[in-house]
């Protein structure tokens, strides 16, 4: 009897053994900007409050600054489950869906207000599942904020474009944009841009106050043309086979947390572009060009046609649907 209860005590620990040891589910967060961006400091928030929230349940490791995956890769190791979590540029999506392509239109928002707003409205919230049927989930958009124009020349009018090299996001819509200038787009990882702007490969590029000043774009480049004239803003996606695989209450649990990052990311994202001028600025390393309205209606003008190429691919409805964004502007 005794060698019998021994027995099923042995037993009894191997089957409880599994549970009492399960590991954490572990969520890679790969991105390719500094920390100290908006989507840098919203990974690191989420990271923060998925583990408060699901102690022993969750465990987060952020890689910034393409220190895991770069631009090129990010979404193949997303598909492959090498990551959990990403939080590409919207520009990044064309070659899974040409609906993204809106977000690249230039001048189609008036601020980041009226992207928000189309962000919130219905046909925002639909672009969200437009890649569903690649195996990726949109979970949320991620605010970076509004695009100026960077070069050791002054950019004034699009005419001080011809002939210049501009670095670029993997776009055809940007390819357009530039191509409409009569200047020259190169398309090029976002880690590749600080030496080509430094060695000449490229003359200028176009980003966010708070990308140029992380990345120190404003150290190699002379002028900044503050133009406002597109959009780089983020959609955090996952794997969905992961992001439905995950029990229950733990996805309910970060779709809170997705949810809360996301509100705070968006509200900062603006202070942390007038902060970062404001320090392009006092650093003395490059002149910041406030453009008059005739000179930006130039802009405007040159940049026009690209509307017409890309309609047909995008929707015009779509089109229509964020330009009325602008209207409580």
Do not use: C
């Amino acid at each position: 009897m005794r060698q019998l209860l021994a027995t099923i005590s042995v037993i009894t620990l191997a089957l409880a053994a599994p549970a009492a040891q399960a590991e954490p589910i572990k969520i890679k967060f790969s991105h390719v900007v500094a920390e100290q961006t908006p989507k840098g400091q919203g990974a690191l928030m989420f990271k923060k409050l998925a583990e408060e929230r699901l102690p022993g349940k969750v465990v987060v490791e952020v890689y910034p600054n393409s220190s895991l995956f770069g631009d090129a890769k990010e979404m193949e190791a997303l598909a492959l489950g090498d990551v959990q979590l990403i939080a590409p540029s919207l520009s990044k999506f064309d070659k899974y869906t040409k609906k993204l392509q809106v977000f690249d239109l230039p001048f189609l928002f008036d601020d980041i207000d009226a992207v928000d707003r189309f962000q919130h409205s219905k046909a925002g919230r639909d672009l969200l599942d437009v890649i569903a049927s690649k195996g990726y989930k949109g979970l949320a958009y991620w605010h970076n904020g509004m695009k100026q124009l960077s070069a050791n020349k002054p950019l004034r009018v699009p005419k001080d474009a011809e002939g210049l090299k501009f670095r670029i996001q993997q776009s055809d819509v940007l390819l357009a944009q530039f191509k409409a200038m009569n200047a020259n787009p190169q398309k090029m990882a976002f880690a590749e841009v600080y030496q080509a702007l430094q060695t000449g490969t490229v003359d200028g590029q176009e980003n966010t106050w708070s990308n140029i000043y992380s990345q120190k774009f404003h150290e190699v480049q002379k002028y900044i043309s503050e133009t406002n004239h597109g959009v780089i803003d983020y959609m955090l996606v996952t794997n969905t086979k992961f992001w439905e695989g995950l029990p229950k209450d733990i996805r309910a649990t970060l779709d809170e947390v997705v949810k809360e990052v996301t509100a705070h990311t968006n509200k900062v994202a603006n202070d942390y572009n007038e902060r970062d001028k404001q320090r392009i600025i006092e650093s003395g390393k490059s002149e910041i060009l406030k453009l008059k309205k005739e000179e930006l209606a130039q802009w405007r003008k040159a940049m026009e046609p690209v509307y017409k190429q890309f309609e047909s691919q995008i929707g015009k409805d779509l089109i229509e649907a964020a330009k009325a964004s602008n209207k409580q502007s």
